[in-house]
């Protein structure tokens, strides 16, 4: 129940298909306001809230090192008395626990996603759409720009590992499996770690792309534009839902869309990212159909690895299997 755990649970509240039964903080103050407020359970463990709590699906909002560490505890727990898991990302900053993760939901047939938001968009989902349909030809080059003002510091590698799994999840979103990772990271000015960087990234299908991340760059709000570039147009997609653009290759008549579905600005992919959950269990889908898998943050997380490996290196990677 820290920051985005209250936000996740606003919008199961506000939801007609959701029943609040049990919210769970480590600070059982914090626990206590969010129970007063929804009217169910409040438990300062998932052990605690187990018994005697009839659940469906849970979010796991805890944090810990790299925004990641704490996830593997709570979600192993739940996972294992056989609930399906909203996950908040990155899936971990540790591989193998993120391996376990997404291993025992497969054995459990479980669903199990992650709030990879950046992309449940309406805009995101056109401009898919626009390459489901061949509309930019062949794919070329994706070129992708995340950066927020966080001064944050530690671990050094804080930066690629907190941030990335939302950019690297988005060209994936349109690009596919990425098989070959380069990677140079420069510390900010005063900083002790990498919170600068640049990742090149070769596809499976053979598309080029490239990364630019940063933790040092204004606006304070951040910024996001990714640009993907076929044989017959381009598009970009600008802060994730604001503004899409096409360019065809071929004339100077660009189509541009603002706020598509009336989405205005990134808190917004919150709901959108936990409505499209909510819907998928209510429908009951599949666990292998769920969007914004466990299974595609961990791809996501081998790619970020990668990213490491090679400036660790000087070597370009191949990315692991998961
Ligand atoms: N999807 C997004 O756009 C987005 C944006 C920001 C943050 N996040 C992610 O959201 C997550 C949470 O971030 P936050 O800022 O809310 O963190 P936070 O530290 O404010 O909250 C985490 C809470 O989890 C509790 N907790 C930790 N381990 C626990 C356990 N085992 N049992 C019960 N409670 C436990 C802590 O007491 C704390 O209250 C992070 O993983 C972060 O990366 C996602």
């Not at 903080?25 to 809230?49: H, I, L, N, P, T």
């Not at 979010?59 to 979600?75: I, L, Q």
Request: aromatic content about 8%; hydrophobic content about 40%.
């Amino acid at each position: 129940m820290g920051k985005i755990g209250s936000m996740h649970a606003q919008i199961y509240h506000d939801d007609l298909r959701c029943e609040i039964v049990a919210v769970c903080d480590a600070f059982s103050d914090k626990a206590e306001a969010a129970a007063q407020k929804y009217e169910c359970g409040a438990f300062a463990s998932v052990d605690e809230m187990l018994p005697g709590t009839s659940i469906d699906i849970v979010s796991v909002c805890t944090a810990g090192e790299e925004n990641g560490g704490d996830h593997y505890e709570p979600t192993m727990a739940l996972l294992n008395a056989g609930i399906a898991v909203l996950g908040e990302k990155p899936i971990s900053n540790k591989i193998p626990e993120a391996r376990e993760m997404v291993a025992l939901a497969r054995e459990k047939d479980l669903r199990y996603g992650i709030n990879l938001n950046h992309r449940f968009t309406p805009a995101a989902e056109r401009g898919r759409k626009w390459v489901d349909e061949g509309r930019l030809g062949e794919l070329n080059i994706v070129n992708m720009t995340m950066w927020i003002n966080n001064p944050k510091e530690s671990p050094p590698h804080f930066h690629m590992r907190a941030l990335h799994s939302h950019s690297i999840d988005v060209m994936r979103y349109f690009c596919g499996d990425v098989r070959r990772v380069q990677a140079f990271f420069k510390q900010g000015k005063g900083r002790q770690g990498w919170s600068n960087v640049q990742v090149n990234m070769l596809f499976e299908s053979g598309v080029v792309g490239h990364l630019t991340g940063s933790y040092d760059a204004g606006p304070s709000y951040g910024l996001e534009t990714l640009e993907v570039v076929g044989s017959d147009g381009r598009l970009v997609l600008r802060d994730a839902c604001e503004h899409l653009e096409f360019y065809p290759r071929n004339s100077r008549e660009v189509e541009t869309h603002a706020y598509l579905g009336g989405m205005t600005n990134f808190g917004e992919t919150f709901q959108s990212r936990i409505g499209r959950w909510i819907d998928q269990n209510v429908a009951s889908v599949r666990p292998e159909e769920i969007d914004g898998s466990g299974a595609e943050a961990l791809k996501a997380q081998l790619v970020i690895e990668a990213a490491i490996e090679s400036w660790e290196t000087g070597r370009v990677i191949d990315v692991a299997q998961d």
